[in-house]
T-cell receptor, first 116, second 109 residues
């Protein structure tokens, strides 16, 4: 396994357009997370899946954001009607914790979104 | 609201110097993790500390978890330019990670 893979690495779009990002987690990992990160900040939690179930979504997340993990493997994150404030690095991570205190995340290289 | 505060926010030192960065909270965590992130890449896990008072060493990096499991420190001995990066701590609370904003470390040759 080559780790967590994210596509595309970079995306430039015009304000108002829709964008979709893909994440392929480590194959045996049952948890998948989406984070957003801006320059000089730590990752900001967006949502996470346990297998195909979306268990939590940030209350700060706009309705323009939606994520899916249809078969419990890869995931997509869609942003509709993009705004300039959506410009950020979008990170995907996967994990397979064995118990409490064992949540170790493996991150992809991220998708850098620029909204013009 | 659980918060993790990291200090300093930014640190620039010469190669060969020692340094310590901190991760503090008023909340108790079941474990705490340190990650390093390079520009344009995702964070990479360095270590997980679980037991209060635990000390873990990774070559020139020494990680300590506070006795009360609310804080942690990372000490780097004889820093090298390859140590440059954003150091993030994350606390595990009820299967969710709470992230600090990171310490941006630059080691000048």
């Amino acid at each position: 396994d080559t780790g967590v893979s994210q596509n595309p690495r970079h995306k430039i779009t015009k304000r108002g357009q829709n964008v979709t990002f893909r994440c392929d987690p480590i194959s045996e990992h049952n948890r998948l997370y989406w984070y957003r990160q801006t320059l000089g900040q730590g990752p900001e939690f967006l949502t996470y899946f346990q297998n195909e179930a979306q268990l939590e979504k940030s209350r700060l997340l706009s309705d323009r954001f939606s994520a899916e993990r249809p078969k419990g493997s890869f995931s997509t994150l869609e942003i509709q009607r993009t705004e300039q404030g959506d410009s950020a690095m979008y990170l995907c991570a996967s994990s397979s914790p064995r118990g409490q205190g064992d949540e170790k995340l493996f991150f992809g290289s991220g998708t850098q979104l620029s909204v013009l | 609201t659980q918060l993790l505060e990291q200090s300093p926010q930014f640190l620039s030192i010469q190669e060969g110097e020692n340094l310590t960065v901190y991760c503090n909270s008023s909340s108790v965590f079941s474990s705490l993790q340190w990650y390093r992130q390079e520009p344009g890449e995702g964070p990479v896990l360095l270590v997980t500390v679980v037991t209060g008072g635990e000390v873990k060493k990774l070559k020139r990096l020494t990680f300590q978890f506070g006795d009360a499991r609310k804080d942690s420190s990372l000490h780097i001995t004889a820093a090298q330019p390859g140590d440059t990066g954003l150091y993030l701590c994350a606390g595990d609370s009820n299967y969710q990670l709470i992230w600090g904003a990171g310490t941006k470390l630059i080691i000048k040759p």
